[in-house]
């Protein structure tokens, strides 16, 4: 077992956080390019295909020229699994914080993150309680960074339904994506959490869009299905593809409570993982 | 079939019906909320007449368009009249804009829809030719850049067509079915 610094934790995890980014904002993951191919391969509409057609020349391009695939770099969501022998200290926020402001500048990202009130702009996107980082212990130092555009996370929702109203979960899903429309730049990914407590069900929400997209269980695919059933479209002119794929994670609540949240990702779901080195 | 525009726009633009793609070529101008209020108390920067006006936050970086996909365009509807008023003949954006813009547009202008989230795809067809009210930040001053066959959508003509209202319309009705009240 070796001894590690807080100057060796911060500098290891600045610079994977500033590796991450750099990743997550100029490719998109396999599993979301080759949904997005898949959709350009089924869709007849001419404007649904040019719709998918320009999404998937934007990838290629942002790959080639290493430049942001979206203008809306997003805020950075962070995910860092902990293994024991790792001490959990301040120097590892910090050193996030670091990192971000350092791909701002390396990328460059769009500085987004502003005092909610003031609306001043930090520059760095970093500001009070942001980025959001979330540690968990884990086997490996893994790093997962999740920036997420404003576009879909405005036209997300929670609900605190009825016990009594299950057979509505459904329902208040797909009214979600209805409403939506074509404002959160579709084809989408949903992310969806049920149950657990009014907070526990958005960050569920949040945890099932890391998850990869090429497989659906029964219930997700079902509403997946009503959601394209819809007919929105890429960016809401039409077509079969309106929802990549539908990702639910499930927690334990109360008997009299049954909260359901959906956060939605729009076709640029950019994500990256990578290892802590120290 | 893609139908070429380029700027300035004239009459060509009310033969364009929604649903139509296009590709436009020459000035465009950046505009979104702050640049339609500083432009509304002290007036063009640009000449407006034939003029596009782009819904952009771009990503600039010295001469260089590093990202520049579209905004939501539905902030602006209440921003919109002067615009049309002064000449400008095209608007592009992404999401589609207001019944009152639609109503607006009647005879004189189209609202096109660039895909949301193309910024690189966006830079690649962009050169900056200048910059106008810097002090509102980067991605609220007004840039002018100038494209070369960027592809759009006519997403609302100068007829009172609406293909955003249009699919909206029957997702509200494929809903209503799926899941009656
Ligand atoms: S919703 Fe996504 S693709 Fe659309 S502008 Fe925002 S970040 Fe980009």
Redesign the pocket.
């Known amino acids: 077992m070796h001894t590690v610094t807080d100057t060796h934790l911060f500098r290891a995890v600045s610079d994977a956080t500033k590796k991450a980014l750099e990743i997550a904002e100029t490719h998109l993951p396999e599993d979301v390019t080759a949904a997005l191919e898949a959709a350009y391969a089924s869709e007849e509409e001419p404007i649904a295909r040019a719709e998918l057609g320009a999404i998937l020349d934007n990838i290629a391009l942002a790959e080639e020229t290493k430049r942001p695939i979206?203008?809306?770099t997003?805020v950075p969501v962070i995910f860092i699994t902990l293994p024991p022998d790792i001490p959990y200290t301040p120097a590892i926020e910090e050193g996030v914080r670091d990192g971000v402001t350092r791909a701002t500048a390396s990328v460059p990202l769009r500085p987004n993150v502003v005092s909610p009130m003031t609306r001043a702009n930090s520059g760095t996107n970093c500001g009070e309680g942001m980025p959001v980082v979330h540690i968990t212990p884990g086997d490996t130092f893994m790093l997962t960074v999740l920036p997420k555009?404003?576009?879909?996370e405005n036209v997300s929702r929670i609900a605190m339904l009825l016990p009594s109203q299950v057979d509505n979960v459904r329902r208040f899903i797909v009214e979600t994506a209805l409403e939506a429309g074509g404002r959160?730049?579709p084809p989408i990914i949903l992310g969806v959490g049920i149950g657990g407590t009014f907070d526990r069900a958005a960050f569920l929400a949040k945890e099932a869009l890391l998850e990869p997209i090429d497989e659906m269980d029964t219930f997700e695919q079902q509403i997946c299905d009503d959601v394209n059933h819809l007919g929105i479209g890429p960016m809401g002119l039409g077509g079969r593809t309106t929802c990549l794929a539908v990702k639910v994670k499930q927690a334990g609540c109360h008997t009299a409570s049954l909260p359901v949240a959906v956060n939605i990702q729009?076709?640029?779901a950019r994500r990256a993982t990578v290892r802590v080195i120290l | 079939m893609t139908i070429e525009l380029a700027t300035p726009l004239g009459d060509e633009i009310l033969d364009l019906k929604a649903g139509d793609r296009v590709t436009l070529t020459g000035m465009v101008y950046t505009a979104r909320d702050e640049a339609h209020l500083r432009m509304q108390e002290e007036g063009f920067p640009f000449d407006p007449e034939g003029a596009a006006v782009y819904h952009c936050g771009p990503v600039i970086s010295g001469e260089t368009v590093i990202a520049a996909?579209p905004?939501t365009s539905a902030r602006m509807n209440a921003l919109t009249g002067f615009l049309l008023d002064a000449g400008v003949r095209t608007l592009i954006g992404?999401g589609g804009m207001s019944a009152d813009v639609l109503g607006l547009l009647e005879g004189r202008a189209v609202y096109l829809a660039f895909t949301?989230?193309c910024?690189a795809l966006a830079a690649s067809r962009m050169k900056v030719r200048g910059v106008w009210f810097e002090d509102l930040g980067m991605p609220e001053a007004v840039w002018a850049l100038e494209l070369d066959h960027l592809p759009l959508t006519v997403g609302m003509d100068a007829h009172g067509h609406n293909l955003f209202g249009d699919v909206a319309a029957r997702a509200e009705a494929e809903f209503a079915q799926m899941f009656p009240k």
């Open positions: 979206c203008q809306d997003g555009g404003a576009g879909s959160p730049c729009c076709w640029a | 996909g905004t992404k949301g989230g910024a």
